[in-house]
């Protein structure tokens, strides 16, 4: 599976609720070193934290259990009011203290960028460059593309880890799920994984097999939203599925590969494709009323959801305000003097 943004453990936590489709070994890849070692401090952070809630509260600083005990459910629609309460910061450095000191550095940026919404990468908006820029969200789900997401107070980025929502974090057996063959169970011992620096436009399968022959199993390849983007796919999805299909196995026979993406999941063997399910492509982007088409009638929830809007509008504002204080408030960012003007105008508006 393509690191990308660890979706390929959805598909992970679906093989492994299934009997008799436990995989024999896992393969995260990339073509970028830096996400192979986001990789490998991801699969560190899980085999640590017993519980979804415990991953979430290492990665964004704030106890989702506690918080929900005095707040409800953490959800798209209150998880900026779970962002504006304070980081656990004593939490953050036990964490930190178990990690291996190899992933410390990288843990320590993902932290603050995940909980104090920070990111001094390079930004594309003008004047933005060290300003905070939330990249990371606990849950977004589908209407993540709505318009608050995209505002000028830098709420861009759009990488979810879909917290109480869809796949191996949704719900707690699907986490467990994806742990235990981590760690290892009772009556099953931990999956082998490993990481290899594979691009996925020239992957051929003898890069990431096992030694041993796979005993005519097909093997599943996820590549995240690969086969949407031209820049990661210039010869698009068919080019895979080309190469794919002229691998063989150690006794010569040719492979069987499940291609997974969030678009498509086809079966390549040799020169035959076929494609098994393809995904209905529903508008993530709610009505805007700056478009010039409108809906055909006004209906309750056409007026529900531009309120929603709203209200996710004024809840984002409020929590990149706060973020923007704290960001004033600490020693190890500094800011240019065409930032810093930056930050005091938002603030100000």
Not at 254 to 272: C, D, K, N, P
Request: proline residues 5%; charged residues 25%; negative net charge.
């Amino acid at each position: 599976m393509v690191v990308g943004g660890l979706s390929g453990f959805d598909t992970l936590a679906e093989l492994l609720g299934r009997p008799n489709s436990r995989p024999q070994r896992i393969v995260l890849f990339d073509r970028d070193e830096g996400a192979l070692d986001l990789g490998r401090l991801m699969i560190c952070l899980v085999m640590h934290c017993a519980t979804r809630a415990a991953l979430l509260h290492a990665i964004f600083g704030r106890c989702p259990s506690a918080w929900e005990s005095a707040h409800g459910p953490l959800t798209a629609q209150t998880m900026l009011s779970y962002l504006r309460a304070a980081v656990d910061e004593p939490t953050i450095a036990s964490v930190r203290r178990a990690l291996p000191s190899a992933h410390r550095s990288l843990y320590d940026t993902i932290v603050k960028v995940a909980a104090y919404g920070i990111d001094t990468g390079d930004c594309h908006e003008a004047g933005m460059v060290g300003l905070p820029m939330r990249r990371v969200w606990p849950c977004w789900g589908l209407r993540r593309g709505c318009p608050p997401h995209a505002s000028g107070l830098c709420g861009g980025g759009h990488e979810t880890f879909h917290y109480n929502e869809v796949g191996w974090l949704g719900a707690e057996r699907s986490y467990t799920l994806v742990r235990e063959a981590l760690c290892g169970s009772e009556g099953a011992a931990a999956l082998p994984v490993s990481f290899e620096r594979i691009d996925l436009g020239e992957m051929t399968l003898p890069a990431c097999q096992p030694a041993e022959a796979s005993g005519g199993r097909a093997h599943v390849v996820f590549m995240s939203n690969a086969d949407q983007s031209a820049k990661f796919l210039p010869r698009g999805r068919q080019g895979v599925e080309r190469q794919l299909g002229e691998s063989t196995e150690e006794n010569g026979e040719r492979s069987t590969v499940l291609l997974v993406s969030t678009l498509a999941l086809t079966r390549v063997r040799g020169a035959a494709v076929d494609l098994i399910a393809r995904r209905s492509q529903p508008g993530e982007r709610p009505w805007d009323e700056r478009r010039e088409e409108r809906p055909p009638t006004w209906t309750k929830a056409h007026v529900d959801g531009v309120a929603q809007d709203e209200a996710l509008r004024e809840a984002l504002q409020a929590l990149r305000r706060l973020e923007l204080y704290r960001c004033l408030e600490r020693d190890d960012v500094a800011l240019d003097q065409s930032s810093l003007n930056h930050v005091l105008q938002m603030l100000h508006e």
